[in-house]
């Protein structure tokens, strides 16, 4: 399905899911949303990622300028990752582990090589 943010981030998404799948056949599935609409307790967000009861990922993106809404995207896909192998943190200082970071900058420089 088509996003609000158009072709390129459309096609920045197949090509996560092309080149960084996650094991055990489990989806990423993303939905955008309209900007300033996404809060944890009172706290404005640019992204979530939730781990749905299938064991499959929800990634949810605010609508705004591309390049952000892009790096907003790797930044959860590398959470959702995170997840599939360490399961869900407990404690909020570990969401940006060093497992974590070590994903994210292997997404982050694959697809500043390749940009879709």
Request: one cysteine or more; glycine letters at 6%.
């Amino acid at each position: 399905m088509r996003s609000l943010l158009g072709k390129k981030f459309d096609r920045r998404v197949a090509w996560l899911r092309e080149h960084f799948p996650l094991k055990e056949k489990k989806r990423i599935s993303v939905r955008t949303v309209k900007a300033g609409s996404l809060r944890v307790g009172k706290k404005q967000v640019q992204g979530l990622t939730h781990k749905i009861c299938t064991g499959h990922y929800l990634v949810v993106v605010e609508r705004s300028q591309l390049f952000v809404a892009t790096d907003t995207l790797i930044h959860e896909w590398a959470h959702a990752h995170t997840m599939q192998r360490q399961g869900i943190p407990k404690d909020p200082v570990y969401f940006h582990s060093r497992l974590w970071g070590q994903i994210y900058a292997r997404i982050y420089r694959r697809f500043t090589k390749e940009e879709p």
